[in-house]
């Protein structure tokens, strides 16, 4: 009746002996953490006694520099660390190493000639700034319920790729200082499919300065749509063999999990948004909540993790290239035929036929390089979600060509500000993956 | 919706806010420098504002006109999605070139303050940790005046009173809190 195969027999008779020698449930458990196997006393006399002065020996905390140019510090930035062992005691996080001045350049230029200056804040997704700035020109300036709406999509068509190139470098940067070589390449391979992209949009791989006040600078290529699913489908591709790489790898779990936690609360108080936010737990995008541009015609999600580790933030990067992928392939549905620059010749340059054919537009086009366009005195703060953050611009005008204040808002200047509390009671090591995951990109950071 | 958050605030602090409007959709209030904190505070903590967040801190420079500065922040709600941009009247003359901190409310304000003294040369009355941060430590002025000319150059010359072996960073964490408390 009480037909139990052997096996179970065993098990259960070993359950119910009281006092029955335990077993090692894994190889892990036989061995003793200096490396010594149980039981065991690999040492001799003489080296037992080497071991012991050497625990005696005075320790001290020694302070040591990392950065500004360390090969694991992606911006140029110095981490002063004070050091116990392996514990960092103290941190002093310095920047600027990267200050252009770009409020000040701004100041003297017209506001079409900072296009250029904003692709060089992030320029891991110079889209984003591009959109960013342009739209923060258009609310000072009242017209943007008059953007064309293909202008619109093309935007956002631009900006989401440039959002996934941007989470792909910071993976995969990450990935590569953690040892995953391999994984930089296959993110570097995809990275490049959609700098290919973007390269046939505006002609240039990285600054692309495609963006105009009132719209995009042209219209997209004949076979940008083929071509962009198609890419899609590759990269894709490439950020599955990536995570499949990486995903169950013992070394990257341990140096992701539970390593440069930060709470909900922390995180908002130092005023950080982005994927390192909702890695924290707090459901803030600005696509979501206050919906720019044409964000509210797509259907997508914003991922959110609980965990506020490395992992978490890995994990959130990796939801939101998905998102972003969806919503272009939505866009690409949706796109209207139409102009792709507001028809107003107060804001927009003309067309290079009628400067180079007739009186009124060769002067139009003077004016407008040489005076820059008009905008009405006042002052706006106008925020997109860039690749790192709620990206924000508050420009002041007096009513010249040239902005009276041109701020920027950069989100990894906020982010970086919490790398101290962040690294410090961590390991040395555990510099680099905490580094990596907040993405701070010097060029903004420091402007 | 933010109407109320200028509402709320001319009801509670009457005289404190100098002005309060809206441009662009952007809701703005002009608060006197001796109820800022206050004014902050109640953002934060009063249920109905809830301003978790310091977006952005910055100073506009209206050179020639009194007062001469304008420190401006940027606060938004989480909870309550609403925004409103403060604006404190700062004067030129040194003794009087001040607003007090807000690094006791958000942990946002220590670095945005430091860049906006750095920039601007506002101080920061009772902040902690009051360094330049993006220019170097021997920069002379504040190059984000508007009567600091834009082509000016100054190359980086370590101060003649400075040891070679004096690094600001190093004696920092040489009495940082916890090794003075430590022992």
């Avoid at chain 1, 040591?64 to 103290?90: C, F, Q």
């Avoid at chain 1, 108080?269 to 459901?283: F, N």
């Avoid at chain 2, 220590?110 to 220019?135: C, K, Q, S, T």
């Amino acid at each position: 009746m009480v037909a139990t195969s052997h096996k179970d027999a065993t098990v259960s008779g070993h359950k119910d002996v009281p006092g029955a020698a335990p077993v090692a449930h894994s190889l892990a458990d036989t061995f003793e953490p200096s490396g010594r196997q149980a039981g065991e006393n690999r040492l001799s006399p003489s080296m037992e006694a080497f071991a012991e002065q050497a625990r005696r020996l005075p320790t001290d905390e020694v302070i040591i520099n990392m950065g500004p140019s360390h090969p694991a510090m992606h911006g140029t930035v110095r981490v002063v660390l004070r050091i116990d062992g392996e514990t960092i005691k103290d941190a002093d996080v310095q920047i600027g190493y990267l200050h252009r001045g770009f409020e000040k350049e701004s100041e003297n230029a017209t506001y079409n000639q900072i296009f250029p200056y904003v692709d060089r804040l992030n320029y891991v997704s110079p889209m984003l700034n591009n959109v960013g700035y342009a739209m923060a020109v258009e609310k000072l300036l009242g017209i943007t319920e008059r953007i064309p709406e293909r202008a619109e999509y093309i935007r956002v068509i631009a900006g989401e790729l440039a959002r996934v190139c941007d989470h792909l470098t910071c993976i995969v940067a990450s990935l590569a200082e953690l040892g995953g070589f391999t994984a930089f390449f296959y993110g570097i391979r995809a990275r490049e499919h959609f700098w290919e992209l973007l390269e046939d949009i505006s002609g240039a791989r990285m600054t692309h300065s495609y963006c105009r006040i009132g719209g995009v600078a042209w219209d997209l290529t004949e076979d940008f749509i083929p071509k962009c699913r198609e890419k899609i489908t590759k990269v894709r591709k490439l950020i599955d063999d990536t995570r499949t790489l990486v995903e169950r790898n013992r070394i990257f779990l341990d140096r992701m999990e539970g390593v440069g936690t930060l709470s909900g609360e922390d995180a908002v108080s130092y005023g950080i948004t982005g994927p390192v936010l909702r890695a924290s737990g707090v459901d803030y995008d600005v696509r979501k909540d206050k919906p720019y541009s044409v964000y509210d015609h797509f259907d997508f999600a914003i991922p959110i993790a609980d965990g506020g580790d490395n992992l978490a933030r890995y994990l959130v990067r990796i939801e939101e290239m998905e998102q972003s992928m969806q919503i272009i392939e939505q866009a690409m549905v949706q796109i209207p035929p139409g102009a792709v620059i507001i028809n107003d010749p107060a804001i927009a340059l003309p067309a290079k036929r009628e400067v180079y054919n007739s009186i009124e537009g060769m002067i139009a086009h003077f004016k407008h390089v040489m005076d820059g366009l008009r905008v009405p005195p006042g002052e706006a703060y106008s925020f997109t979600e860039a690749g790192n953050g709620e990206l924000g611009f508050y420009i002041v005008s007096d009513g010249t060509g040239r902005p009276f204040k041109c701020r920027c808002r950069p989100p990894s200047f906020y982010t970086t500000a919490a790398l101290r509390q962040l690294i410090v009671g961590a390991n040395l090591a555990d510099v680099v993956p905490i580094f990596g995951g907040i993405n701070m990109i010097g060029g903004e950071c420091d402007r | 919706m933010a109407e109320s958050v200028l509402t709320a605030l001319t009801e509670r602090f009457g005289d404190a806010i100098l002005e309060t409007g809206t441009y662009v959709g952007d809701e703005i209030a002009i608060v006197a420098r001796e109820q800022l904190v206050a004014v902050l505070t109640f953002l934060r903590d009063d249920p109905d504002m809830a301003f978790a967040m310091l977006t952005d801190l910055t100073v506009v420079d209206y050179l020639e006109q009194t007062p001469r500065f304008e420190v401006v922040y940027q606060l938004y709600s989480l909870s309550k999605k609403h925004r409103v941009r403060l604006k404190v009247h700062v004067d030129e003359a040194p003794e009087q070139c001040w607003v007090p901190t807000a690094t006791g409310l958000w942990h946002a304000a220590n670095w945005a303050e430091r860049e906006a003294w750095d920039l601007y040369g506002v101080r920061f009355e009772g902040h902690p940790d009051m360094r330049r941060i993006l220019m170097y430590d021997e920069f002379v002025g504040h190059p984000l005046r508007k009567d600091y000319p834009q082509n000016a150059r100054q190359p980086l010359l370590r101060r003649p009173d400075a040891t070679p072996t004096d690094d600001q960073t190093t004696r920092l964490l040489e009495d940082s809190h916890d090794r003075r408390t430590s022992g």
